[in-house]
């Protein structure tokens, strides 16, 4: 039971994190703050959400948003299965009367610890973006000319602002979770 109790906040806890990646990726304001090109910008979040053709893109830069599409959706499918593994597993301890209501401190525990670990290696923002695109991307095809429309569409500050912003929704979402878990527990423990 203790495994399934783990496995149950890491669910929460997964699905907590990539609740603000889901929340910033596809806000077309957000991305207004950065470039004053609406036309572009929203094409690039259609072809995101939708798979709908750039048109007006160079190969290059749509080989590239093929990759981030390919990572988003990863992420996205990550999101969503968190959210139905945690509704399930919950749902079982219920049903087996097993449930702890201080899973939702449990689930915070795992996004405070990314948190912080994101926090830390963010400091170095240049140093973190260049190891993420090593990472995920093959050959430097992340890297653009001041000409091309995607290191227009989306400088530096564009990044270290998505991911400020990210941070900021895990952070509120993970106190919402301690407090109803404090609070759910405290009523659990006065009714007894």
Same mark, same amino acid.
């Given at each position: 039971?203790?495994?399934?109790?783990?496995?149950? $906040?890491?669910?929460?806890?997964?699905?907590?994190?990539?609740?603000?990646?889901?929340?910033?990726?596809?806000? =077309?304001?957000?991305?207004?703050?950065?470039?004053?090109?609406?036309?572009?910008?929203?094409?690039?979040?259609?072809?995101?959400?939708?798979?709908?053709?750039?048109?007006?893109?160079?190969?290059?830069?749509? $080989?590239?948003?093929?990759?981030?599409?390919?990572?988003?959706?990863? %992420?996205?499918?990550?999101?969503?299965? +968190?959210?139905?593994?945690?509704?399930?597993i919950?749902?079982? =301890?219920?049903?087996?009367?097993?449930?702890?209501k201080?899973?939702?401190?449990y689930?915070?525990?795992?996004?405070?610890?990314?948190?912080?670990?994101?926090f830390?290696?963010?400091?170095? %923002?240049? +140093?973190?973006?260049?190891?993420?695109?090593?990472? %995920?991307?093959?050959?430097?095809?992340?890297?653009?000319?001041?000409?091309?429309?995607?290191?227009? =569409?989306?400088?530096?500050?564009?990044?270290?602002?998505?991911? +400020?912003?990210?941070?900021?929704?895990?952070?509120?979402? $993970?106190?919402?979770?301690?407090?109803?878990? =404090?609070?759910?527990?405290k009523?659990?423990?006065?009714?007894?």
């Amino acid at each position: 039971m203790k495994k399934l109790i783990f496995l149950q $906040a890491l669910f929460l806890g997964l699905f907590v994190i990539l609740f603000g990646f889901r929340f910033v990726v596809f806000d =077309l304001d957000f991305y207004m703050k950065f470039n004053d090109n609406k036309e572009d910008t929203l094409k690039i979040i259609e072809y995101l959400q939708e798979g709908k053709p750039l048109n007006g893109f160079t190969d290059r830069e749509i $080989a590239h948003m093929s990759d981030v599409k390919r990572i988003i959706d990863v %992420f996205l499918l990550v999101f969503y299965l +968190s959210f139905v593994f945690f509704i399930f597993i919950t749902g079982f =301890l219920i049903y087996e009367n097993k449930f702890d209501k201080k899973i939702f401190i449990y689930g915070a525990l795992f996004v405070v610890v990314f948190l912080l670990i994101m926090f830390l290696l963010s400091l170095n %923002f240049q +140093s973190l973006f260049l190891n993420f695109h090593e990472v %995920f991307f093959e050959d430097n095809s992340w890297v653009f000319n001041q000409e091309d429309k995607l290191a227009n =569409l989306f400088p530096e500050d564009f990044f270290k602002s998505a991911l +400020s912003r990210i941070l900021t929704i895990d952070f509120i979402l $993970a106190f919402f979770a301690v407090i109803i878990g =404090l609070v759910s527990n405290k009523n659990y423990r006065h009714n007894i």
